[in-house]
């Protein structure tokens, strides 16, 4: 889980694994790794999930945390388009360390859609260069899910 501080990771993460959701921000300090099992077209997979402070700046943002990744979710807040622009950067950057890998957008805090800053348009434009983009809302559950079945997708489709 990648992308800028306050944008949902964490709220995401435990909402698929334990199914709670808390209105209390805690940022997360260094990384909490979780794990669950997802069965996508009969193949069970065990996800490692690691919930990767907020980084505005990929130098600072541990190397080691992201060797061995099969795949990542970038995470953006619907609400703030910075997040956008430093999950494209974090994207760049990534790919260029480790090499092209699947990956998601998510642009999270769909329950808050009438207050984006993110509009369609950028998003179909994203769509047409093959990115693959998921709406969800940490607080109501929507997409969750989904998210994470899709990315495991992309992972074992890369891997065979």
């Known amino acids: 889980m ?10 995401l993460v435990k909402r698929f694994v334990s199914s709670i959701f808390s209105e209390e921000y805690l940022t997360t300090v260094g990384v909490k790794v979780d794990k669950r099992l997802v069965k996508v077209n009969e193949t069970e997979v065990n996800l ?11 130098q600072k943002l541990r190397l080691s945390y ?3 990744m099969s795949g990542y979710i970038l995470v ?23 090499g092209p890998m699947p990956f998601i957008l998510v642009l999270n805090k769909a329950d808050l859609k009438q207050e984006w800053q993110i509009g369609d348009d950028v998003l179909e434009g994203l ?11 940490a607080l109501t559950g929507e997409g969750v899910p989904e998210m994470f079945e899709s990315l495991t997708e992309r992972i074992l489709i890369e891997a065979t």
């Open 48 to 58: 490692m999930l690691w919930d990767l402070h907020g980084e505005d700046e990929f």
């Open 2 to 11: 990648l992308g800028s501080f306050a944008v949902g990771k964490t709220s």
């Open 66 to 68: 992201l060797r061995g």
């Open 127 to 137: 769509r047409a260069k093959g990115w693959l983009i998921k709406k969800t809302s």
């Open 76 to 98: 953006v807040d619907g609400t703030r388009k910075t997040t956008l622009d430093r999950a494209f950067a974090l994207q760049r950057n990534t790919e260029a360390t480790f």
